[in-house]
């Protein structure tokens, strides 16, 4: 056979035709993980859509059983819903949406997830999705599919009402899933969003029936995180290239000013002096690969203000402390949120941590309780590949023992930890682990460290405290027979020396226990946590 | 924030803009993996093209430094060409190429190897491909790139030549990569590829200049393996869907009988006893979604004869044996071919395997020789996510112990195992790994063992023959002293007595070594493995 013979079949498929033979690439392997991921994709959409619309979220998710491997899966929220124009597009046609081109912290940002899910439906059972959707000015209901060999949506049976429906709601049937109350599964994950979106009113309506209802810990909305411009340190040759050639900027210079954040008049001169052979006054049009190459290099060597932080939407301290009481109930908690910080020269990241102690906390294994490490990005649930993940590797090589907590797999301790960035570095395909980045795995070690000290205090007082009450338990257990020696040698009244003994001993317990109470009171961002970030770095 | 509003930005992004941001989806993650990755896809390329076009390829990789993380990668081979006409779709057009739409076994599948890697130089270094190619009636150079916004192809400096130059040379500039002779890097991947392609001559010009050259072992050009027709008990619903819905046929049945294998009249009729409810008369395009459902049951519940199996492509015993010798030059070999079988009821595959013993078998540590388990999926090798891979796990449940192999992490062996199927059930994402079909492991399991049981008459053979060589040698060291004690005893000569011992004694160990060298001679597929299959079945 020739070429000419061999290509004569060449041909293009669609992007879903693609996504059909890959589906694994969305997260859809595996039945446990196929139901859980189509859980997230629905959730984080509403999620971002509430945050952005200024709406508290209420969201409900119900998982039925069809049969063995087929369910139903409904997520309604409270959010703005979809324009009805848009429905098809926004729900069934993969990669397009109005996320993936802003420079801004948010959870989803692919333009694939729910396109994916309907997908996923189409390919296992052949359904289409039922949508239903009311915005301020109107309210419908309609079934979406995904033409996959052109990957063009298909929206049928509309029905516009008038019932003042606001929100969102979308019902898919999947095959080829499974609901497990497992670690993976679509219950943890919920759990886990509502620790980590103490404003979220979340029910879960299982599939035996049962409801488990988390309801928010805090009434007030997170400030939207802000849209930023990129930081210098923070940008690759190719970005610069692609920005360049779509700017209707008339200069280089101007350009640079405009795309990136801390470039000032003075800075651009600065670069001038680095970069002499690039003419910054042509247009950026013309700004070829190698002067691109130049200027990042130049860019690494001039001083530059840090980023911008206040564009991280953090959960925040108050509140993580408040929803780890709301959900895990534990005997004792500690948080810290760090500084923002910096890694690769120029993406901002911060990194938030807390620490429950009893109570719910840990989890149920056969051999008793054990620690639990739950682990978010952007406040999203990270349920797999977790010893891949940056926020594992922080937590293995911290020395728990050195914090009073001798076998730490073995305590009834969740370790919450969410890192923050408009920019996540994950390290696998299925974006569920943070890769190995120093500066993150430092800052996530130093904020564990300071929740360990606050622990170790706790540990140590509750300790110390069963030592003394066992104590007090003892000696109260020989009070009677003292007394009655002591009577007989003083000839004093029995039941007036055992009710003195008793007074005396309460009094000095007493005192004891208040001690320790105080001790392992709140968790505290005292300087000694300073002292230690000062060994650490 | 209303709908509206925040759906004003709602917009549409290319399939290259989604791979650019998510190129670990395509295996370019980590700067020894990428290279790796850009060189596995073009020597796959290479390869499909030759075996398509019936000729016994020639394959030259070059890889050279330009700076400590930019190099240029060359591949060149001696096959059919692109035709000009279709040099930008086939290299810089993500999802477009002629293979994706086969049921037939192939290495590449996707059409998106070749354009990742027009897509990842573009991103790394802003330049374009540099392509040569030479067909049967014109010969021409250009220059190719992808604008990814679009996914468009853009063919620059095309010049036509004639040079008579026959085959392909892509030369690719790279950044964000590294040169590295570790189990992951280029010369690895073409060593393996080396291995499990007798019929391929490949030469490696490494950075630093040296030509490694893996000469062919066989000239022997593959048989092309055919284009089958699914088995229907290998089929999913949402594949019947999609078939009806394009098929040109006039009935259910027709249908049914041109597009599945073993789909016999009578087995129609049969089908037609299990599913009254369907008329299978009618238009296959009117054939909903629960009426395949209830095909692929009824499918499930009929006794269909095994799938063909001379769609699979082997590498082949004796050129597995050859190839072994060729490149690992061991002082053993044993390789088992299976004879093709099925998992999940309809798909079939077959498993080869081969255990080289000594020479340049296994790998060098610095605690001294290793054993080195090598994987491939249709002749093409596994690097990365062993651990994930049905074949470690298979290897990793064999009792090595019972075959005279005690510590099989420390011996100079090598494992090799290739599963050839028209669909391989990768476990990742990253197309690295085999997933736990327990048919699978079965078949390598099976495969393994008696390659064990080959490798074990060696070893137990070489050593009772290291064991006699030391008792030889012992007594050869007494048998002076011993002719003079006899010497004295009996009167005779001293000198005689020691010439007829030796005798005597190299008499019986040469007996002794040549029936050692017997038994560890050549691998056998006695009926020994028959009986080891019975068992383990």
């Known amino acids: 056979m020739d070429a000419d013979e061999i290509f004569k079949e060449f041909k293009e498929q669609s992007v879903s035709e693609f996504f059909r033979k890959n589906s694994q690439m969305l997260g859809y392997s595996g039945k446990v993980r196929s139901l859980t991921t189509a859980v997230h994709e629905y959730v984080t959409n509403s999620l971002d859509a509430c945050e952005e619309a200024g709406v508290l979220p209420e969201i409900m998710v119900k998982v039925t059983q069809l049969d063995e491997t087929k369910y139903t899966v409904t997520v309604r929220d409270n959010g703005p819903g979809i324009p009805e124009k848009l429905v098809g597009s926004a729900l069934a046609k993969v990669l397009s949406g109005t996320k993936f081109h802003r420079y801004i912290q948010q959870r989803g940002q692919q333009g694939i997830g729910a396109a994916g899910c309907t997908l996923f439906s189409r390919m296992t059972t052949g359904k289409p999705i039922h949508v239903r ?46 609901y497990e109350k497992s670690d993976h599964g679509v219950y943890e994950y919920i759990k886990r969003t509502a620790l980590s979106n103490p404003h979220v009113s979340i029910t879960l309506v299982e599939p035996d029936g049962k409801e488990a209802f988390f309801p928010r810990s805090s009434g007030e909305i997170p400030k939207r995180p802000k849209q930023i411009k990129p930081h210098p340190l923070g940008v690759q040759v190719n970005d610069i290239v692609d920005f360049a050639h779509f700017s209707s900027e008339r200069t280089v210079a101007s350009f640079l000013s405009e795309t990136f954040s801390r470039v000032t008049k003075s800075k651009v001169d600065e670069l001038g002096q680095l970069v002499p052979g690039i003419d910054l006054k042509k247009s950026p049009k013309d700004l070829s690969w190698a002067e691109a190459e130049e200027i990042v290099k130049a860019f690494g060597k001039i001083k530059w203000m840090a980023p911008e932080l206040d564009s991280l939407s953090t959960i925040g301290r108050a509140q993580i402390e408040a929803t780890i009481k709301n959900i895990l109930n534990p005997t004792f908690v500690a948080v810290v949120e760090r500084r923002p910080s910096v890694f690769r020269g ?48 922080a937590v293995n090589t911290i020395q728990w023992r050195r914090y009073g907590i001798s076998d730490f797999e073995e305590q009834p301790l969740s370790v919450m930890v969410n890192v923050s960035s408009v920019y996540i570095p994950y390290s696998g395909v299925g974006k569920q682990a943070i890769s190995h980045e120093d500066e993150i795995i430092g800052e996530i070690r130093l904020a564990l460290m300071a929740c360990a000290k606050d622990i170790e205090r706790y540990v140590r007082g509750e300790r110390a405290k069963s030592l003394q009450e066992s104590r007090y338990n003892m000696i109260m257990r020989y009070v009677g027979q003292l007394a009655s020696d002591i009577s007989e040698i003083s000839g004093k009244d029995r039941g007036d020396i055992e009710a003195s003994l008793r007074k005396l001993i309460d009094t000095k317990y007493s005192r004891l226990f208040e001690g320790n109470a105080e001790q392992g009171g709140e968790a505290s961002d005292s300087e000694e946590d300073t002292a230690e970030e000062g060994q650490a770095e």
Do not use: H, W
């Open 346 to 393: 120029g993406i901002p990241f911060v990194v938030e941590a807390g620490i429950a102690y009893g109570g719910d906390a840990g989890k149920a294994s056969e051999e008793g309780m054990r620690s639990s490490v739950i682990r978010f990005a952007n406040k999203v649930p990270l349920l797999f590949d977790g010893s891949a993940c940056a926020i594992t590797e």
């Open 133 to 178: 959707s009311g915005t301020e000015r109107q309210s419908y209901t309609c079934d979406v599919t995904i033409e996959i060999k052109t990957n063009r949506p298909i929206v049928e049976n509309l029905e516009k009402l008038s019932d003042g429906f606001r929100g969102l709601e979308i019902t898919a049937e999947l095959g080829e899933v499974k």
